[in-house]
């Protein structure tokens, strides 16, 4: 899938996908939504109308209030590639989102999860 397909694509949909993912490794939707708020620094209720509005990854990124500054902790692999040397800013943010769901499907507590 390309980059620019990769951030068309609406946050909702992939957020169920995540949701799915995690409950069906007994996690829960407060740790995933816990994990969106932490990276993105959108609280609650901005992540709630992000998802109602059906915004795409390009502007739920672009619009983001707060990337956490600890985002350069979040080392590793994800579809193949090491997070920590994607280029492109938008993608590397994106795959960021991928991996913090996957160490939480993967049971890792939260704190490690958020770099604590």
Do not use: H
């Amino acid at each position: 899938m390309s980059n620019s397909r990769i951030a068309k694509m609406r946050v909702a949909k992939v957020y169920l996908l995540y949701l799915a993912k995690a409950e069906k490794k007994g996690r829960t939707k407060a740790e995933i939504d816990e994990i969106i708020t932490w990276l993105t620094g959108y609280d609650e209720a901005d992540l709630q109308q992000v998802l109602a509005d059906n915004t795409d990854f390009e502007t739920f990124f672009t619009q983001v209030p707060q990337l956490n500054p600890n985002v350069n902790k979040i080392t590793g692999m994800i579809c193949g590639y090491r997070v920590e040397t994607i280029q492109d800013s938008l993608m590397q943010q994106i795959r960021y989102l991928d991996k913090l769901v996957d160490e939480l499907a993967q049971g890792k507590p939260m704190n490690e999860i958020l770099r604590q």
